[in-house]
């Protein structure tokens, strides 16, 4: 089955293409040169059924999209939804998460709770969609620290862990990140 992957995200693609492991044969949508769609709704769901929708309007085939990013306890969720709007057009994440350090900072906070969240759809052309989200929790680290992921990966340490995303070999990511746990809930709710 060929499965348009509705990303324009390098970091992402490969991501849900080793989550994948083969299962389909992956088309990516830059590829095809779909258009990427304003992101207009105010939830990671909503989100990616947006960018799934579009794709599998668009293309005639089925789409898979990926609607995440990095939430702060001490922040109220931000920067959420916004995550890669915080990098600027320049995709700028070193800048992105100086801010995330300035922000905690300047509001004084102590607390370095996070998570991350990943919303995956799937939209059928013309036809359904599903949508369901994982969540992976951990604490932020400054400086950042490791080269490997992408976005937020360097100031990220999963719960129990003690290298950051960005130090971990990719397939220990894989293992438990909220795009993983989202993966695993698609999959049963597609059963
Ligand atoms: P597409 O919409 O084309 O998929 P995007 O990068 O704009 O690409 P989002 O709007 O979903 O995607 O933004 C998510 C941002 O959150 C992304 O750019 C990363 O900076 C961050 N993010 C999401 N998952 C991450 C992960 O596993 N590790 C680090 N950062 C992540």
Do not use: Q
């Not at 995200?9 to 991501?15: D, F, L, M, Q």
């Not at 005639?60 to 939430?71: E, K, N, V």
């Not at 906070?109 to 052309?125: I, K, Q, Y």
């Amino acid at each position: 089955t060929r499965l348009v992957v509705a990303t324009h995200n390098p970091g992402k693609a490969r991501e849900l293409a080793e989550i994948l492991d083969g299962r389909f044969e992956l088309v990516a949508a830059g590829e095809l040169g779909l258009p990427e769609p304003d992101e207009t709704e105010m939830t990671f769901s909503g989100n990616a059924l947006l960018k799934a929708r579009a794709a599998a309007d668009a293309s005639g085939l089925i789409a898979l999209a990926d609607d995440s990013g990095l939430s702060v306890a001490a922040l109220d969720g931000a920067p959420g939804i916004y995550s890669a709007r915080w990098a600027g057009p320049e995709k700028d994440f070193a800048m992105a998460m100086r801010k995330v350090e300035e922000r905690l900072e300047e509001a004084g906070a102590e607390d370095r709770a996070a998570w991350f969240t990943s919303a995956l759809a799937v939209a059928w052309p013309n036809g359904p969609a599903v949508v369901v989200e994982g969540r992976v929790d951990g604490t932020l680290t400054f400086p950042p620290r490791g080269d490997r992921g992408f976005g937020y990966d360097p100031i990220f340490v999963p719960e129990g862990e003690t290298l950051t995303f960005g130090e971990m070999d990719p397939a220990v990511k894989d293992g438990m990140s909220h795009r993983a746990r989202a993966f695993v809930k698609l999959k049963a709710a597609l059963l």
